[in-house]
T-cell receptor, first 115, second 117 residues
Framework: AQKITQTQPGMFVQEKEAVTLDCTYD???????LFWYKQPSSGEMIFLIY??????QNATEGRYSLNFQKARKSANLVISASQLGDSAMYFC????????????FGTGTSLTVIP | ETGVTQTPRHLVMGMTNKKSLKCEQH?????MYWYKQSAKKPLELMFV???????ENNSVPSRFSPECPNSSHLFLHLHTLQPEDSALYLC????????????????FGPGTRLTVT
């Protein structure tokens, strides 16, 4: 089974609007971390936000927030007030305490911000 | 220098050549990773090193040979590659296991775009 599933290959959003990028995960480890990365066309993967499995509150970092629904095993990324520079690939990833340094990545979502 | 650096940024090599990719991290992390990213494919983990010891080798062909002389440096030695090995090769580093309920994030280098002719 896929550890990380991103079902939206491509998304479009109007500038200044909010957008939600979906991510579901699969694990039986009670201790895990969830991450979102942004990859612009230049190729570098940029860390955006982290959510721990024991965190009670949803993580937020500036315009990024993570909608963490543990029972549903979903960790959607919400980008508020989209900017043209947000156009990029976005990857959801997970790391389980039980598998050490292994990170699992989804297939990514391509986001295009329309002016 | 800060963060994770990779050299070269671009590499074109023939199938009979031998070349090496270099990665250096200045973050004091103890784990380093090689990933392969091909067009329209998910990120593929190739190798993981933790405190210089290889902990993961995801069935990577022997024409790719990693080397980790210390926690700050990671190399990927390439020889007799195939055209399908053309891809973006990303290096990353992270702290080891840490926070309860999760772990430290990975920091990535800019990647080496490899073309095998």
């Amino acid at each position: 089974a896929q550890k990380i599933t991103q079902t939206q290959p491509g998304m479009f959003v109007q500038e200044k609007e909010a957008v939600t990028l979906d991510c579901t995960y699969d694990t039986s480890d009670p201790s895990y971390g969830l991450f979102w990365y942004k990859q612009p066309s230049s190729g570098e993967m940029i860390f955006l936000i982290y959510q721990g499995s024991y965190d009670q509150q949803n993580a937020t970092e500036g315009r990024y927030s993570l909608n963490f629904q543990k029972a549903r095993k979903s960790a959607n990324l919400v980008i508020s007030a989209s900017q043209l520079g947000d156009s990029a690939m976005y990857f959801c990833a997970m790391r389980e305490r039980g598998t050490g340094n292994q990170f699992y990545f989804g297939t990514g979502t391509s986001l295009t911000v329309i002016p | 220098e800060t963060g994770v650096t990779q050299t070269p940024r671009h590499l074109v090599m023939g199938m009979t050549n031998k070349k090496s990719l270099k990665c250096e991290q200045h973050l004091g992390h103890n784990a380093m990773y090689w990933y392969k990213q091909s067009a329209k494919k998910p990120l593929e983990l190739m190798f993981v090193y933790n405190f210089k010891e290889q902990t993961e080798n995801n069935s990577v062909p022997s024409r790719f040979s990693p080397e980790c002389p210390n926690s700050s440096h990671l190399f990927l030695h390439l020889h007799t590659l195939q055209p399908e090995d053309s891809a973006l090769y990303l290096c990353a580093s992270s702290q080891g296991e840490g926070r309860v309920g999760g772990s430290y994030e990975q920091y990535f280098g800019p990647g080496t775009r490899l073309t095998v002719t």
